[in-house]
């Protein structure tokens, strides 16, 4: 069975840090791409950020400055590091993997900024 994990969501100040850990079972980690997803209420979950088996990455309409995505394929883990983070940032995010066979979801995160 594949899984997948996020850790590290949860209440920030604004304008603080967070930094989400999404760790993966029952796969080969390292022969997926990789992606961060974030959805509003209301809203559709929308594209965070995206890097590949080898490091090369793709955000959505965020700030590189404030979201940077990495993995550890020794760790299976991929990381989303977020600073400078504001309320406009709450939302429950999710992370994903993606191959030709299929595409697999966390069950998300809670991330609650506040003012």
């Known amino acids: 069975q594949v899984q997948l994990e996020e850790s590290g969501g949860g209440l920030v100040q604004a304008g603080g840090s967070l930094r989400l850990s999404c760790t993966a079972s029952?796969?080969?980690?390292?022969?997926?791409?990789a992606a961060w997803y974030r959805q509003f209420p209301g809203k559709q979950r929308e594209l965070v950020a995206e890097i590949t088996s080898g490091g090369g990455t793709n955000y959505g309409n965020f700030p590189k400055g404030r979201f940077t995505i990495s993995r550890d394929n020794t760790k299976n883990t991929m990381y989303l590091q977020m600073n400078n983070l504001n309320p406009e940032d709450t939302a429950v995010y999710y992370c994903r993997l993606s191959n030709l066979w299929g595409v697999y979801w966390g069950r998300g995160a809670q991330v609650t900024v506040s003012s």
């Open positions: 029952g796969i080969d980690f390292s022969r997926n791409v």
